[in-house]
Structure formats: structure tokens, C-alpha cells
């Protein structure tokens, strides 16, 4: 990666505003069931600390569409921050105004300050320049750490680096050196999975890896696509129709370009989209006119772990059915071991295969779970992400110093 991260600059005694990434899950009990991604969040955060900087730290939560709503406050993440750092985390009433710029100022070296929802203004989605004027007023430095938002230019991704100099956080520059080493020169063979429900949420994707990989695997609902396009019945399966003939040209592409194309020989099939249906395991040239593909098969399975057990590099994205009800969770669970078990670099990204690893107790054996699932989508497309162009280039040493 050559952009600057936070280890290349000096940041003790400065105010350190950190873009982090604290979108996490909460019951409606406002208790936070998923603390991976401030966990994520606290090797910079310490080592800026450490280094003796006022660390003011920025995020959104949920979608509150530029409003004030408590639904959405920050507070409880404040309190669950202040445990895993074992030290009181100030909690600022807003994000902009003279107000919170007092308290930034006033913060000692090590000392750490949360803002309030982002998103609670409109013009933080809408990268309002002045919005971002403000933010940077807090501090002297910009640390953009959330790789999961770095695909979106809002203020505080991209507009605040217009201001003051902006680095990259430690989880941010490992994303893309990993991601980045992976589509660049990847140890082969190179083996992408896709899956998820819909063609077209991925279609640039799987046209980018089919210059890249050597084998392609696609499952989940999208694979109904690609059948239908081998002509084969679906049933009442989900199936984008009018992608049909986007699937074929994918397929005559992938021939091209000699790359090994997967799909599933073998589907689980339901007469109703629900968990208690009753279901059964049958070849896709079996699918009846009232079924519908919930989950691909034991063949499928055993097939695509074939294929990634003698990977140099695997990409996973997207389960490979209903995964959420645990008839159907079948075929992403073997998909999950067969990557667990390759000894290549193995990299997950999307949020939901994110959560089928995790939720299997999976995600310790692999090289690297991404944390950002539209960000991840997107560098794998090959976007130039705005969190990331905004980031100061080694080359170009403009610390604020």
C-alpha cells in the first residue's frame, strides 16, 4: 500500500480525529450483540494512545436519515469501548460545533473522545463541505480506519481530507494490502467464490475476478441465473430472468478466457420458502416446475471443495443458500470448512459470509475476514474506493508537522 499510515507520522500531543467503523448489531434492548468491529478498531486507537495523541473518534450508526434519534446514539458503544480499553472514553453530545471543538481541545495526550452519530446530519451522507470543515476542526490529523465505509465519499470518509492530512489506520491498510495482494498477484491457482441471491448485485465483480482467477465457483440464488442460461428448469427458484442472457455472455467469457467455471451439480430443494418445509436433495436436470433451490447440494459441495482444497489463494463472497434458516445452511457450511481447511491465503469478505464463518467458529483459520462487505464488493471490482484516494501518498510527506 502507498499511502501513508499512522506509524509513518508523528502524532504525539496532536488531536487525531479517526474515522472508525461502529456500525454494530444491536437487540432492542440497545445491548450490542457483535462487538467484532470495535474490537477491530482498538489496535490504532491504543497505538495512538500510546504515542501520547487526543484521539477523537467518528461513526455512524444505523440509518437514522439525518435526524436525532436515541435509537441511534453512539452511547452504548461509548460504554462498551471504555471497557475493552480499560480507560473512561469521553462521549461528545454532537460531532460538530463549537461545543464538541472545546472538548477536543480540551483532551489530554492519551485521552480518548467519542462523537455522536455522524448521521445524524444529512450533510454528513451528502459530504457537505462545510459539515466536513467541521469535523476537521476537531484535529490536526485525519485517520480513516473504516475500510467498511471507505467506498462511500461522505464527509467524514473523504471530504475531511480536503482540510487537514489524512493517513490510513492500521485495519485500513491491511484491508487493501491484502485484498490488493490478492488481485494483483495472487499465488495460484486463484479460486473466487461468489454467491448471494442476485446477479445483478454482482455482475461487475464477476466480470473483473474472470480476468484474474483460474476457477470460478458461483452459488446461492445467483447460480439459478447461470443454470437457467444452460437452458436447465429452475422451477420457482430465484431467478432473474432478464439476466439470462448476461449470465450466458458470462459463461462464453469465462471460456475465453480459460477460466474453470463452477456451478452446482445438485440443489436442496423446498416447496415453500421456509425453515419446517419439507425438502429434498435432487440434480439440477431434476428441479420440478414447483420447486423452489434453497441451498446447493452434498455433489456441489464436495465439488467446490475439490476446487479450493489445492488453492494458493481463495476469495469468498456471498453464502451459497438460505443460510439464515439451518435446513438451508448446509451448503455454506461446507463451502466454510473446505476454505477453513485450505492451506493458500484464504480472504472472506461480504457481510454475510463474514457471519456464517464466524457464527461456525471458522473464522480463526482464515487469512483474512474483511470488514467491509460493499467495500470489499467494490475493490474486488477494481473501484477506486474515495476513503482510500483521499489518503496522502508516501511520496507526498504533508504530515501537518
Known sequence: MNKLKIDDVDVNGKRVLVRVDFNVPMNEKGDI????????????????????????????????????????????????????????????????????????????????????????????????????????????????DAFGTAHRAHASTAGVAAYIPAVAGF???????????ALKSPQRPFVAIIGGAKVSDKIDVIRSLLDKVNTLIIGG???????????????????????VGLARELLELAQRNTVTLLLPQDVVVAKEFRNEAAFRVVSVSDIAQDDQALDIGPASVAAFAEAVAGAGTVIWNGPMGVFEMP??????????????????????????????????????????????????????????????????DKSNMNTGE
Open 33 to 144: 450483540t457483535d462487538e467484532t468491529r470495535i474490537r477491530a478498531a482498538l489496535p490504532s486507537i491504543r497505538f495512538l494512545m500510546e504515542r501520547g495523541a487526543k484521539v477523537i473518534l467518528a461513526s455512524h450508526l444505523g440509518r437514522p436519515k439525518g435526524e436525532v434519534n436515541a435509537r441511534y446514539s453512539l452511547t452504548p458503544v461509548g460504554q462498551k469501548l471504555s471497557e475493552l480499553l480499560n480507560v473512561p472514553v469521553a462521549m461528545a453530545k454532537d460531532c460538530v460545533g463549537e461545543e464538541v471543538r472545546q472538548q477536543a481541545h480540551r483532551l489530554k495526550d492519551g485521552e480518548v473522545l467519542l462523537l455522536e452519530n455522524l448521521r445524524f446530519h444529512a450533510a454528513e451522507e451528502a459530504n457537505d463541505p462545510e459539515f466536513a470543515r467541521g469535523l476537521a476542526a476537531l484535529a490536526e490529523l485525519f485517520v480513516n
Open 171 to 181: 485495519l485500513m491498510s491491511r484491508e487493501v494490502e491484502i485484498m490488493g495482494q
Open 221 to 243: 440464488g445467483m447460480a439459478n441465473t447461470f443454470l437457467k442460461a444452460q437452458n436447465y428448469s429452475v422451477g420457482k427458484s430465484l431467478c432473474e430472468t432478464e439476466k
Open 327 to 392: 435446513n438451508f445452511a448446509g451448503g455454506t457450511r461446507g463451502v466454510a470448512q473446505a476454505v477453513a481447511q485450505c492451506s493458500g491465503v484464504t480472504i472472506i469478505g461480504g457481510g454475510d459470509s463474514v457471519a456464517a464463518v464466524e457464527n461456525m467458529g471458522l473464522a480463526s483459520s482464515m487469512t483474512h475476514i474483511s470488514t467491509g462487505g460493499g467495500a470489499s464488493l467494490e475493490f474486488l471490482e477494481g473501484k477506486v474506493l474515495p476513503g482510500v484516494q483521499v489518503l496522502q
